[in-house]
């Protein structure tokens, strides 16, 4: 196949825009993670994440960024408490823009005509 061919070929492939919009999430996740740790001088890789409120440690599957938000409908499964709407916007604002990024890195490439 032809790098052109290829590239037509990514571009229609719902799995790589998926990808893409899932790599975004996870980068909007660990922004989160900066955003909240970095100014209070903490780790961004430990310890794990917790529940403002009660300090409950979030499990693997309630940190799956946007998913579990929406799931969970922003509260700690522990204690119930609200999260901040702030991750659920971070997250889905670094969804978009690795679309967009994407996409305009296609325009770029001449790959969506």
């Known amino acids: 196949m ?9 571009v229609v492939s719902p799995v790589v825009w998926g990808a893409v919009a899932v790599l975004g999430a996870a980068l909007g996740s660990f922004a989160n993670v ?10 961004i890789v430990r310890p794990r994440s917790r529940c403002g409120s009660c300090a409950a440690p979030i499990a693997w599957y309630d940190n799956l960024p ?42 770029i490439l001449g790959a969506d005509e």
């Open 34 to 43: 900066c955003i909240l740790r970095i100014p209070a001088g903490q780790s």
């Open 66 to 107: 946007i998913v579990s938000f929406l799931a969970r409908r922003g509260r700690c499964r522990a204690c119930g408490a609200n999260f901040s709407p702030r991750y659920l916007f971070v997250e889905a604002a670094a969804l978009l823009l690795a679309v967009a990024t994407f996409e305009l890195c296609l325009t």
């Open 2 to 10: 032809s790098p052109v061919g290829l590239l037509d070929a990514i």
